[in-house]
């Protein structure tokens, strides 16, 4: 299966995120970068494509990597489409896109699902079809695009356990009930292997991955080329990237990354083409 859809954050929206991280006002970047206020605006709200000199100044102005926010900017770089291993599936959740995921396991008769958003008839009706039990519904934060599912899909499979954050868990209320409380780094059995939960707050306060064999699910802390924008109490911006570089970048150069929006990546690609790192 290949899961081929587009880059969830255009140039304007990395230049956005990065300016609101490092809270750098529209005219304080406009003078750092030496672009016109009103071209600024048009390259904010991806009017037009930059050149490649503004590209460079701007990354200068925001600490990202100038070479890197060109090549998405001025070159539209995205990842190279793969192939995902079998046991691996992928829907578009709705009304408010992103991606969910099925780690099925049939000859071991076991399942999970990473991030119920919107609705759950295609989650139910798949994991019904096929012979197997849902074991977790892994989330990797708590905001209703990933989570809005999680009554219906707990209510069939109500011997299925969630997995979430416990610093996230107080939000969904009733719905994380009995939910395993897996801290940074530990694992839980899946099948004959485990599946590991990294914590990476930043985009919310519990924001997690999950790692499966050589799968990575990266919710909205990591995108293709980007990441999540910051909406943590305790946790911010800067916590956001060094998690992601401390933790995510310490993955193998082949660890798939599949994000809560947008299009798989690799370790390796996003370490030469994301532009906050």
């Excluded at 060109?70 to 046991?87: F, L």
């Excluded at 780690?103 to 609705?119: E, K, M, N, S």
């Excluded at 977790?136 to 708590?142: G, Q, V």
């Amino acid at each position: 299966m290949k899961i081929i859809v587009d880059r969830e954050d255009t140039f304007g929206d990395i230049v956005r995120k990065a300016s609101r991280g490092t809270r750098t006002a529209p005219l304080v970047l406009s003078n750092a970068a030496s672009i016109d206020a009103a071209r600024l605006e048009a390259l904010l709200s991806d009017q037009s494509p930059p050149t490649e000199e503004e590209a460079r100044a701007i990354g200068r102005a925001l600490r990202l990597d100038p070479g890197k926010l060109a090549d998405i900017g001025c070159r539209d770089w995205r990842p190279a489409v793969q192939e995902q291993p079998d046991h691996i599936g992928h829907q578009i959740n709705t009304p408010h896109p992103s991606n969910g995921y099925f780690l099925v396991l049939a000859g071991q008769r076991v399942a999970a699902f990473v991030d119920p958003g919107g609705r759950a008839d295609n989650i139910v009706a798949v994991l019904k079809r096929s012979p197997v039990t849902l074991e977790y519904i892994l989330l990797t934060h708590k905001h209703h695009d990933h989570v809005d599912a999680l009554p219906d899909v707990r209510s069939a499979f109500p011997q299925a356990r969630v997995v979430v954050h416990h610093l996230d868990a107080p939000a969904l209320g009733d719905h994380a009930r009995n939910a395993l409380d897996v801290r940074d780094g530990e694992s839980i059995p899946f099948g004959d292997g485990e599946i590991r939960m990294i914590h990476t707050p930043g985009h919310t306060d519990g924001s997690s991955c999950f790692v499966y064999q050589g799968s990575m699910f990266t919710g909205d802390t990591l995108f293709a080329g980007s990441v999540g924008g910051v909406f943590g109490d305790r946790f911010g911006y800067p916590e956001l990237l060094e998690n992601a570089r401390n933790k995510i970048f310490s993955m193998p150069d082949d660890t798939v990354v599949l994000p809560g929006h947008g299009p798989p990546s690799t370790i390796e690609q996003e370490r030469a083409h994301n532009p906050f790192f």
